[in-house]
């Protein structure tokens, strides 16, 4: 198939002019292609199964009434029930979620927990609104998708703008409609029933491939400077966990601007910085950097850990690592890949290196079910086990095809959920 061609980005450090959605298609029809799958079947994964989408009215502070869209998306059910994050932003919306839904569905299998992929959205300015509105959001939401969503239909978790409080208000929601079930969603308070290492589950995977990656490309944690991109929940603990393994974090970005410190900076102390309420270029020891300079740092290993899209045709070529470890969905578009190729920069595919977080959102589940509460030692240790397995799996497929891993995880992804598909009679 003809790739879609991306329009012209604002700037250099802005998203791409290509959509998630276009992303995701470009990405599975060229497995699809590979692994030769039949257009009828095609037809059923490319699309959803199914799409809700709801009114969210909220009275904001000034007495005005704001109307609000939330959405969910269940993408494919067939490995088990649907299973996805809530987002919070103002660009929401249904070709967004729908993107990110269909990536569960890969990832899910790539990684191989029993659950299919599903997404969800509100498009608010979450950082304009009081908690209290978030609160009355969130609970809207829930008793609007009361029959889309439970602990065996369709889970959800946070996600960009979204965190373990709005986790508790939807667990709280549900409780009042059908009776306390801490497995309707997953990454909550540990005082909720949410899992020991949720909370720095995605960051966590991203190491571990970090650490399968690097012997391969003989790096070694002591010699290797990492930039990220994103300092919230994926891009700041994956910083804090290869700066305990090592590493040194040379340059960070967040919505606000970009720093540099190429003695190494420390990401806990950044963590508290902001959350004390203080601003990423000004943190101390590290100087205040351009969008275009942040992008063109010298490092091993660049960590892309915000929105979809912002690797792309216009800036792939500033890059200067050896390594990307998408944390974030969809960072780096079709045309960045080639780019990066070309210039012999190794890609661990969103799917696969920011798998972590829908791993032990499976543990919390499982725990949920059980009424049973694992350590954080043997979270950490599982996490590990089903890391290494899907990148050792999905390593040995690149390898044996002589093609690039992001191509080889969506062919085990779709062969996975295709085979269930049609052990189950769906298709
Ligand atoms: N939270 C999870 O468990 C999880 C799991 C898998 C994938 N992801 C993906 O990781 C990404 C980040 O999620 P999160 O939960 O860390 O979100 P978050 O809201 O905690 O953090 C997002 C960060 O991105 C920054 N940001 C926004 N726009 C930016 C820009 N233009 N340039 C640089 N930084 C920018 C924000 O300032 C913030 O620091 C998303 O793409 C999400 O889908 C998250």
Same mark, same amino acid.
């Given at each position: 198939?003809?790739?879609?061609?991306?329009?012209?980005?604002?700037?250099?450090?802005?998203?791409?002019?290509?959509?998630?959605?276009?992303?995701?298609?470009?990405?599975?029809?060229?497995?699809?292609?590979?692994?030769?799958?039949?257009?009828?079947?095609?037809?059923?994964?490319?699309?959803?199964?199914?799409?809700?989408?709801?009114?969210?009215?909220?009275?904001?502070?000034?007495?005005?009434?704001?109307?609000? +869209?939330?959405?969910?998306?269940?993408?494919?059910?067939?490995?088990?029930?649907?299973?996805?994050?809530?987002?919070?932003?103002?660009?929401?919306?249904?070709?967004?979620?729908?993107?990110?839904?269909?990536?569960?569905?890969?990832?899910?299998?790539?990684?191989?927990?029993?659950?299919?992929?599903?997404?969800?959205?509100?498009?608010?300015?979450?950082?304009?609104?009081?908690?209290?509105?978030?609160?009355?959001?969130?609970?809207?939401?829930?008793?609007?998708?009361?029959?889309?969503?439970?602990? +065996?239909?369709?889970?959800?978790?946070?996600?960009?703008?979204?965190?373990?409080?709005?986790?508790?208000?939807?667990?709280?929601?549900?409780?009042?409609?059908?009776?306390?079930?801490?497995?309707?969603?997953?990454?909550?308070?540990?005082?909720?029933?949410?899992?020991?290492?949720?909370?720095?589950?995605?960051?966590?995977?991203?190491?571990?491939?970090?650490?399968?990656?690097?012997?391969?490309?003989?790096?070694?944690?002591?010699?290797?400077?990492?930039?990220?991109?994103?300092?919230?929940?994926?891009?700041?603990?994956?910083?804090?966990?290869?700066?305990?393994?090592?590493?040194?974090?040379?340059?960070?970005?967040?919505?606000?601007?970009?720093?540099?410190?190429?003695?190494?900076?420390?990401?806990?102390?950044?963590?508290?910085?902001?959350?004390?309420?203080?601003?990423?270029?000004?943190?101390?020891? &590290?100087?205040?950097?351009?969008?275009?300079?942040?992008?063109?740092?010298?490092?091993?290993?660049?960590?892309?850990?915000?929105?979809?899209?912002?690797?792309?045709?216009?800036? &792939?070529?500033?890059?200067?690592?050896?390594?990307?470890?998408?944390?974030?969905?969809?960072?780096?578009?079709?045309?960045?890949?080639?780019?990066?190729?070309?210039?012999?920069? +190794?890609?661990?595919?969103?799917?696969?290196?920011?798998?972590?977080?829908?791993?032990?959102?499976?543990?919390?589940?499982?725990?949920?079910?059980?009424?049973?509460?694992?350590?954080?030692?043997?979270?950490?240790?599982?996490?590990?086990?089903?890391?290494?397995?899907?990148?050792?799996?999905?390593?040995?497929?690149?390898?044996?095809?002589?093609?690039?891993?992001?191509?080889?995880?969506?062919?085990?992804?779709?062969?996975?959920?295709?085979? &269930?598909?049609?052990?189950?009679?769906?298709?």
């Amino acid at each position: 198939m003809a790739g879609v061609q991306e329009r012209e980005p604002p700037d250099v450090t802005r998203p791409a002019g290509i959509s998630n959605i276009e992303v995701v298609t470009q990405n599975f029809d060229a497995a699809a292609d590979r692994i030769g799958l039949e257009d009828d079947l095609r037809a059923v994964f490319r699309g959803s199964y199914r799409e809700v989408q709801v009114q969210i009215p909220v009275r904001l502070s000034d007495g005005r009434v704001r109307v609000y +869209h939330g959405y969910r998306v269940q993408h494919n059910g067939a490995r088990g029930p649907y299973k996805g994050g809530l987002r919070y932003h103002h660009e929401v919306d249904l070709d967004e979620v729908r993107a990110l839904a269909s990536l569960m569905t890969w990832k899910t299998a790539i990684v191989g927990v029993p659950f299919g992929g599903a997404k969800g959205g509100v498009n608010c300015p979450a950082h304009e609104l009081e908690p209290a509105q978030i609160e009355a959001i969130t609970r809207q939401l829930v008793d609007k998708l009361d029959q889309t969503i439970g602990p +065996h239909r369709d889970i959800a978790a946070p996600d960009m703008n979204t965190n373990a409080q709005v986790m508790a208000w939807m667990m709280d929601e549900w409780a009042k409609l059908h009776g306390h079930e801490p497995a309707v969603v997953t990454g909550k308070p540990i005082s909720l029933g949410g899992s020991y290492g949720r909370e720095n589950a995605t960051g966590r995977g991203l190491v571990y491939c970090f650490r399968e990656a690097a012997p391969q490309l003989r790096m070694t944690p002591a010699e290797t400077r990492i930039v990220v991109q994103g300092f919230g929940n994926v891009g700041s603990w994956a910083a804090r966990i290869a700066h305990d393994l090592g590493c040194r974090i040379v340059g960070v970005a967040d919505a606000s601007g970009a720093i540099s410190a190429q003695q190494g900076l420390d990401p806990a102390a950044l963590r508290r910085h902001l959350d004390e309420g203080g601003t990423l270029t000004e943190f101390p020891g &590290a100087e205040r950097i351009s969008g275009e300079e942040f992008l063109a740092l010298e490092c091993e290993v660049f960590i892309p850990a915000a929105l979809g899209g912002l690797i792309h045709r216009d800036n &792939a070529d500033l890059l200067n690592c050896r390594l990307v470890l998408e944390g974030a969905n969809t960072p780096t578009t079709p045309a960045a890949d080639a780019i990066l190729r070309d210039k012999g920069i +190794h890609v661990v595919p969103d799917v696969l290196a920011n798998a972590g977080g829908v791993v032990v959102s499976y543990f919390e589940w499982v725990q949920n079910l059980q009424n049973f509460r694992w350590t954080e030692r043997e979270v950490n240790d599982r996490l590990g086990t089903s890391m290494r397995r899907a990148f050792r799996e999905v390593s040995v497929r690149a390898r044996d095809q002589d093609v690039p891993l992001r191509l080889a995880a969506y062919q085990l992804g779709i062969e996975r959920v295709v085979e &269930a598909a049609r052990t189950r009679g769906y298709v």
